[in-house]
Structures are given as structure tokens and as C-alpha cells.
């Protein structure tokens, strides 16, 4: 098998996914684009990715490479997040390990993405394998209350962006993110943090771009 972690000729998800988990390594696009990509995936969810990943494994062969959807190039922070990535080598169980100490499922949630069936099978698969114990440690119980209250503060965030957008469509996502009302709904997040969770609820869809008024 010339590249056994590409998904072979007349080989189905489900069969590639129990495949892939049987190896020790695996490089880090290829987990990735294997258990997280979808098609409607934000771009600044996968430079969080990227990040935490590089956090999780400060060890492995980070090395340059380019081979990323073209569409993704249009984000400011593609060359300095995911030029800088590279296919790391990234031993599989302790991956596992990792995502469920640190509760990257649910940090995956609070970004506004869905677990892919693919995620949730491989990390059963390599998880049984490992004999990691479905257990809750305390480390783990605070990345759970992290990731918890992110999600509820990007619940109240857009509830209240959809209450001042309907009562003013000129709001740009920009002017909403500097709302003292959204800041104090969603204390001390990034910007760029608030403005992915706001985005879609904007009635021009258009960063920076005012609606005329009526």
C-alpha cells in the first residue's frame, strides 16, 4: 500500500476509520481531514484545531507544508497558523488520551461544529484499544466546566446579537462585537472569537459592510 492513511479504492468511511486506528502514528492532516473536516466547517475552527493540537504535542515534527483548501487561504491567520502546521507525526492512543483529558469534543461543540461520526467512532475504537476508562479525573472535569461555560456564553452572546440585530439590521458584526451588552454576555473572549459565534446571525452576512437603512 503506496499511502496507507489515504482511504483506499472501494473502501468505505466506516471500514478506513477502524483501519486508521490501528496504527501507532498518524500524521496530523490526516486526522483532520479524517475525523473533523466537514463541508460546512469554519475556517477559524480549524486554526483553534491547529492550535490546541500543536499545545497537546509540543514535541512532534511540525514542518511546513501547503496542502490546504484554497478557500481557507482567504483567512488572515492562514499563513501564520496552518502554513506553519505541517503533517506532525502524532502517536494515535496518546491523541485519544489527549482529547479525552482535555474534552476536545466538547471544546469542539462550544466552535459551533458537530462531531463527525468518524470522530466519535475512532475515539471508541483507539480508546478500547488503549484501555482508556471512560472516567472522569479532575483535570477533565475542568476542561468540561471550560468548555461548559464557553458554551453558554455563546448561547446568551447570540441571543442577545439577535434581539438588537432585529430591532437594528445596520449593525454591522464589527459594531456587534463591540456591544457592551454582548462583552458583558460573553466576558473576556477575542473578537475574532465573538464575531464566529455572531456571524450567521447577521442580516447582511457581510463583515464591515453596512445595511442602508430603510
Known amino acids: ?6 482511504r483506499q479504492q472501494g473502501e468505505n468511511e466506516e471500514a478506513y476509520i477502524r483501519r486508521i486506528a490501528k496504527f501507532p502514528t498518524l500524521c496530523f492532516d490526516t486526522l483532520v481531514y ?3 473536516w466537514s463541508r460546512n466547517i469554519n475556517s477559524h475552527s480549524i486554526i483553534s484545531l491547529i492550535d490546541w493540537i500543536k499545545k497537546g504535542f509540543p514535541k512532534s515534527n511540525w514542518i511546513s ?3 490546504w483548501d484554497s478557500h481557507l487561504k482567504s ?24 482529547m479525552a483529558e482535555q474534552n476536545i469534543v466538547e471544546a469542539w461543540r462550544c466552535l459551533g461544529e ?9 475515539i471508541e475504537l483507539v480508546s478500547a484499544k488503549a484501555g482508556i476508562e471512560k472516567k472522569t479525573t479532575k483535570k477533565t472535569k475542568a476542561n468540561r466546566g471550560r468548555w461548559k461555560a464557553a458554551h453558554e456564553h455563546r448561547e446568551a452572546a447570540r441571543k442577545l446579537a439577535k434581539a438588537l440585530w432585529d430591532k437594528d439590521d445596520s449593525l454591522t458584526i464589527a459594531d456587534m462585537t463591540r456591544y457592551d ?20 446571525l447577521a ?12
Open 1 to 6: 500500500m503506496k499511502h496507507p492513511e489515504l
Open 34 to 36: 479524517s475525523l473533523f
Open 65 to 67: 507544508y501547503a496542502n
Open 75 to 98: 483567512n488572515p491567520d492562514y499563513i501564520d497558523h496552518v502554513l506553519k502546521c505541517g503533517s506532525a507525526s502524532i502517536p494515535t492512543k496518546e491523541f485519544a488520551k489527549w
Open 114 to 122: 458537530k462531531p463527525t461520526p468518524n470522530l466519535e467512532l475512532f
Open 181 to 200: 451588552e454582548i462583552n458583558k454576555a460573553a466576558p473576556n473572549y477575542a473578537e475574532r472569537t465573538l464575531r464566529d459565534w455572531l456571524k450567521d
Open 203 to 214: 442580516p447582511s452576512n457581510k463583515p464591515g459592510c453596512r445595511r442602508k437603512k430603510k
